[in-house]
């Protein structure tokens, strides 16, 4: 996702329009530019507005995390979060898209009416991307004239991709007895999206991955991923991970085809079992450490039963479970990373905050991360979570949405040492 720009030294005056894509570092421009591009010259906070916003919010408090705000709006339950410069986008199963504003986290905008429930959305550049219960992929683009009016522009898949492949059979695959459809079409709701290196992936019910060409919109290739429903999808320095009902977590790398090396296709590269007959809900994948070699990258994914599981792979491509927790009463439903803390989301109505702890490990014990924080407040299951990657006094920003329809931002702080019982 596009970063919230939180940083003193660095630029917040850039419109939406205007801001870096979501798989891409978040860059700036000066006022000057960006007051060419606002034609409508709407006020942008600088840097010192919001650091004095959430410092007094804060306002000294010693406690592990606080709330900052509660943003009501929807008409049915958040399903899905992105950060996107200084603005939170909150998508709703009410059908309804909110764009928040920072650093008064006023309701900047609303798009989307009437499309079918939103269950995933990416914003790339000037564009938002949403998927929906209807099986289909929408392309909203910001208005250049009006930053506040987001336009359809397109619907994956396109009208020119459809009319391309109609007509050969061949492109045509059995969804069920009697019923076919174009190996472009999803065949059940998209529940999960992912954007990285031009490419955009798109997960399903149906069971299949689909990989797009963001340049194009035109559908790559088709994956028949796992043998149940997909719920969550990462892509991450080439890799893309999907996690799927059928409890496991796939790992799938990608290939250049030696007939032609621009197109890319996507091959099985590991396969994550969780725990049998439990669905995995989400997955999320940490940095690489601090950079000392001493750290290896991360794959952690919540499961249904309320475990938290992590796994690592070795230098001959290997996979191991070095994290099996039980995390939550309930199914988890969603994970966010900032730095070393992980932020996981349950049914249980709660948010635990967790952090690296590789010390047993050497004992060869499953029990790499250590429960710092729990976070309580929310009267309905956490669906979503995204973080703040910038450091705001002392700590980070974590906002929630809910299935009782709000949208919770909190200030978490990085230096909790002792489990918060409250």
Known sequence: MCSILLNPKRSLSTPLLYLSSSATNSS?????????DNPNNIGYPRPFEIMKNVEKLIGGSTKSYKLLDVLSGHVGAISCLALC???VLSASQGKDIIVWQQPDLRLFTKFGAGEGSVKALVTVANKVFTAHQDSRIRVWKVSKRSENVFRLVDTLPTTKDYLGKCMKQSNYV????HHKKLWIEHADSISCLAVENGLIYSGSWDKTLKVWRLSDLRCLESIKAHDDAINGLIAKNGVVYSASADGKIKVWGKECSKKNSSSSLHRLEGVLEGHKDVSMN???VSDRGNGDGDENERVYGGASDGYLMGWERGKEGEWKLVVEVKAHQLSILCLSFMGDNLCSGSADKSICLWKRDDYNLKDGLKSGISKIGV???HDGPIKCLQVSPNCVGGGFLLYSGS???SLRVWWVSKDISDEEKH
Not at 28 to 36: K, N, V
């Open 85 to 87: 410069g200084e603005f």
């Open 282 to 284: 989400a997955v999320i």
């Open 174 to 177: 059995q969804i069920r007895r």
């Open 403 to 405: 299935l009782d329809k």
């Open 28 to 36: 700036s421009s000066s006022s000057s530019e960006a007051a060419e």
């Open 375 to 377: 976070i309580r407040g």
